[in-house]
């Protein structure tokens, strides 16, 4: 008896973990382009719930067949009244997907389905009501867009390098359905990195048929405005790259990283030219404190130098050369530009907000570091230049229309930067200057682009499947044509390579001109694959349960109270004799017996300790390889007065008037 009491702090040890183990946190909602203000619901104690809103698949082409559903259920089983779903400003009945289906206390799928025959914005909501209360999804104040249309299907994507003297491929690598999220050439062209949505590659541009190394990494859907990213070192020997929730450092002699970060997903990463340094950029939530996070590493450990939090999603991060000092940009509600020295996660420049409601999308640093340019989406200017030494841009550029800017670069002297537009404008501007040196109109919205390290050319493409290089001091111009959209481009630093990948990830929710308002005949339509574990988390939400196996926390726990039991009974059937022997025959205490069942014991307690804690870890989101942020400032939230009306941190007509005012 005296060892099974030594045993009970282990046992409330495990039922402690095993609690951790079971526990998930629900993900907010992220914000979606508006489609117009609703006004909310009043709140009843009768109300209905709506759940897991959504559109299926959430991106494609047009002609293909698109189900937007609901799950609606009711505490008391009452059926609905009414079950609608509002769509481009009309409501429109919907109906059950299983007309059998009534039992709506467990939850009653509906759905609608749509085949767009035409490119553009679709924006929706559902609202139902039961006759004593209503309920509204996939809405927080303005209703959700989805899908993202493209005329493409997107399966013919490649990977390329050009020749810019020739316009010749030197390399060419198919990549199918996976679209190519980020291209990086080494300084002399003969290295390029590349990162697909599920592989990352390095090529040898003297063996350009297949890439010296390919690394895989399964899982997560193909498609997406977060594209992950991907950067090589000047001499071609260090790459970074972001993938899944993984920023992984690579050597360029093995597929195999010297280290890897769990951080969450990415939209970039950038290394210093020496590879001494690197850095990401992060998506997450605002309340979460290991999301939102510009990140810096040096090369010797996937345990970050320092973290900094924002309110908003970094969109962009790039590096001086020595990395010494570190530039990034922040989508809504934070909407500025930032820059860092290496030493300290302390901004040294924080600028104020630099558009009304849309994101700054890129931040390009010049090699020492001083100089720092920011595209963004804004009426008030698209293309800003900033100084590490001041909060105020020296200069900035209105855009004629306030059109996006999502592809910017910047050269390494801070001499020249290079732009465009998705209204198909290209720029080269001098850093004296907003007005541009040179400029130029492609029938296409441009959504990649990059400068020749002595500014002398551009390289820029869009969704005229082409490659443009236009060069400043004449006339000439080239152009490679392509499958798909032009979105990820790199210009060697000797100028000799123009490395190009394609897909959509800088157009998602985006629209533009090509083919806008073309009505598509749809002689066929395209049926989609079975939505599949989409269905199985519509199935456990009606169910109560999680979408998810049963943890081996839970297993190894289980494993650990028999094995517990099971000592239990044999110290009670040796102390009180239940076997009822005389005295002299009477079991007594075996170490045979004892040992191997405390050791089983053990050993079921360590594992279900460590998935425990492996499953607490997974599902509080809290990124491995580096602690809790302690002290490092965040973007802080904004509050009354700042001259923009902020409904996500509570601001309202009511509560913040000088703020909220007509047009906001």
């Keep these: ?46 109300d209905p719930e709506l759940l897991n809103g959504h559109v299926y698949p959430s991106w494609g082409p047009v002609c293909q067949r698109y189900t937007y559903s609901v799950v609606y259920r009711d505490k008391e089983g009452r059926p609905p009244q009414y079950i609608q779903i509002y769509f481009n400003g009309q ?81 060419s690598y198919p990549t199918g359905k996976e679209w190519v999220g980020g291209v990086a050439l080494s300084d002399d062209g003969k290295y390029l990195a590349a990162k697909t949505s599920h592989h990352i590659y390095l090529f040898d541009l003297a063996f350009p048929k297949a890439p010296i190394w390919s690394y895989e990494q399964t899982g997560g859907e193909v498609g997406g405005d977060v594209k992950g990213g991907i950067d090589i070192s000047g001499d071609g020997s260090r790459i970074i790259a972001g993938i899944g929730d993984s920023v992984l450092f690579f050597d360029k002699t093995s597929n195999n990283p010297l280290w890897q970060a769990q951080i969450g997903n990415t939209y970039n990463v950038a290394i210093s030219k020496d590879g001494r340094y690197m850095a990401a950029a992060t998506v997450g939530e605002e309340a979460n404190l290991n999301s939102n996070l510009l990140i810096l590493w040096d090369y010797k450990s996937e345990k970050p130098l320092w973290q900094y939090h924002s309110s908003g999603n970094f969109h962009d991060v790039s590096l001086s050369a020595d990395g010494s000092f570190i530039a990034g940009a922040t989508g809504c509600p934070d909407r ?93 501007f001098a850093k004296d200057s907003n007005q541009p040196v040179a400029s130029w109109q492609v029938q296409a919205a441009l959504g990649g682009v990059d400068i020749a390290d002595d500014g002398s050319f551009l390289a820029t493409g869009g969704t005229d499947n082409k490659l443009h290089l236009l060069f400043k001091d004449s006339q000439e111009k080239k152009e490679v044509s392509f499958d798909e959209y032009v979105e990820e481009i ?23 001109s090509k083919d806008e308002g073309k009505v598509f ?65 009477r079991l007594k205490i075996s170490k045979k017996v004892i040992i191997p069942l405390a050791v089983l014991t053990g050993l079921f307690l360590i594992l279900a300790l460590f998935f425990g804690l492996k499953d607490f870890r997974e599902n509080s989101k809290i990124p491995s390889g580096f602690p809790l942020e302690e002290s490092s400032p965040s973007g802080s939230q904004e509050v009354c007065g700042n001259t923009f009306c902020e409904p996500n941190l509570g601001e309202t007509k009511e509560s913040c008037s000088q703020d909220c005012s007509m047009g906001d």
């Design 336 to 428: 500025r530009a930032y820059i860092f020295s290496k030493e300290s996660n302390v901004p040294i420049m924080k600028s104020e907000m630099l558009t009304r409601d849309s994101p700054v999308h890129r931040a390009k640093i010049s090699s020492d570091g001083q100089l720092v340019a920011f595209g963004t989406e804004s009426d008030r200017g698209a293309v800003f230049l900033f100084s590490k030494d001041s909060t105020k841009p020296l200069w900035q550029f209105p855009v004629p229309g306030g059109s996006s800017v999502r592809a910017l670069n910047f050269t390494p002297s801070g001499e020249y930067i290079g732009a465009t537009t998705f209204a198909g404008n290209a720029y080269i």
């Design 490 to 512: 790199d210009i060697s630093g000797n100028g000799k390579y123009i490395a190009v990948g394609t897909g959509g990830s800088v157009y998602f929710f985006e629209s533009f």
């Design 521 to 585: 005949p749809c002689e066929e339509i395209i049926e989609p694959e079975p939505e599949g574990a989409m269905l199985d988390v519509d199935s456990n939400i009606r169910e109560g349960k999680e979408n998810k196996l049963p943890s081996l926390a839970i297993f190894f726990g289980l494993g650990t109270l028999v094995s517990l039991l099971a000592l239990g009974f044999y110290f009670a059937l040796v102390r009180f004799n239940l076997l009822r022997k005389p005295e002299e025959s």
């Design 91 to 171: 409501m429109i009945d919907i109906e059950k997907e299983n007309p059998e289906d009534n039992d709506y206390q467990k939850g009653v799928k509906y759905i609608y389905q749509f085949v767009p025959k035409k490119l553009g914005s679709n924006f929706y909501y559902f609202e139902a009501s039961n006759g004593l209360g209503k309920a509204r999804d996939s809405i927080i104040d303005s209703p959700d867009n989805g899908p993202v249309l493209f005329e493409s299907a997107f399966d013919q994507n490649e990977i390329a390098v050009i020749n810019q003297q020739t316009g010749e491929r030197v390399l």
């Design 1 to 46: 008896m005296e060892l099974m009491k030594k045993w009970l702090p282990f046992v409330f040890l495990f039922l402690f973990f095993f609690c951790l183990a079971s526990f998930s946190l629900a993900e907010e909602k992220m914000n979606a382009p508006s489609g117009g203000m609703i006004p909310k619901l009043a709140t009843t104690p009768n």
